[in-house]
């Protein structure tokens, strides 16, 4: 029977089915809104998998309806936590626990799909994350910022003259000086975000001695992409694979999860 992957983020939702080493189509949604009874329909509604591991930086009471809708379905439901060591990368972190388990999974991830190349971590959900992995796995630490949409939520929320002149004006442009308050307020949240990573590049290359491979994930990544000056692939399904590499190597199981 297959495994049931769950990538729980502040905003939305991944899932996905891991058939042996084969990781299936991942599917996603905003998560706000449901309930014990929609997590039950959308994820166990097909067939029932053989367990769940989920990623979930969400509240509490997130993950308390996924692991009711869990035992609902009688499917075994465990919660990954953060280790010192697991999927060849070593935590970086004085306290390991502190940092976010997707940063956790996606540097595995990423790890396992550039062997030997230092890689740039970017997720870009509702905050922005870069984490450096060095190419022996080694975490050297990371980096978060609003993602560019919670600049410009930051931004409308706390202003009044440019929250005004910012509603129902046009978005379109191409390059970075807007030529509408709106654009010039989206596309400054997404060159500033751009700018971070292209620095973080070149800090790293001091760290690692070369420049690594900036590997990005995350609903809002596809608008960063061709910003960057660094060199840069997309894995939209980042800590899905982390967590299809932690299930393949039960060692890992005992200190990571609960």
């Known amino acids: 029977m297959a495994l049931l992957l ?18 299936g189509r991942s599917r996603a949604a905003v998560h706000s809104s449901w309930s014990a009874d929609d997590y039950a329909r959308r ?27 869990a035992r609902r379905a009688r499917v075994p439901v465990h919660f990954v936590r953060v280790a ?12 390991p626990w502190r940092l976010g388990v997707d940063r956790f999974l996606g540097g595995i991830g990423a790890h396992r799909l550039f062997r030997g190349i230092a890689v740039c971590v970017v997720a870009v959900g509702t905050a922005m994350t870069i984490d450096l992995v060095g190419g022996d796995g080694r975490h050297r ?24 002149r910012a509603h129902g004006g046009g978005a379109g442009t191409s390059g970075l000086f807007g030529r509408s308050t709106r654009a010039a307020i989206i596309q400054g949240s997404r060159y500033a975000a751009a700018s971070l990573i292209d620095r973080a590049v070149q800090e790293a290359r001091a760290l ?3 420049r690594p491979l900036v590997v990005l994930t995350g609903g809002e990544a596809p ?36």
């Open 43 to 69: 994820l166990f509604g097909a067939s029932r998998p053989e367990r769940v591991l989920v990623s979930s930086v969400a509240a509490r009471a997130v993950n308390r309806s996924l692991a009711r809708a």
């Open 84 to 95: 010192r060591r697991a999927g060849g990368v070593t935590v970086g972190y004085t306290d």
């Open 208 to 210: 690692v001695g070369r």
């Open 141 to 164: 630490g990371g980096v978060i910022v609003p993602a560019p949409q919670l600049m410009v939520d930051a931004l409308l929320e706390r202003t009044s003259g440019i929250r005004r």
């Open 6 to 23: 769950v990538d729980i983020g502040n905003t939305r939702i991944k899932w996905a089915r891991l058939s042996g080493d084969r990781l």
């Open 223 to 258: 608008a960063l992409r061709g910003l960057l000056q660094s060199a840069c692939v997309a894995v939209p399904d980042l800590v899905l694979r982390g967590l299809a590499i932690l299930a393949a190597e039960p060692e890992a199981g005992p200190p990571s999860l609960h």
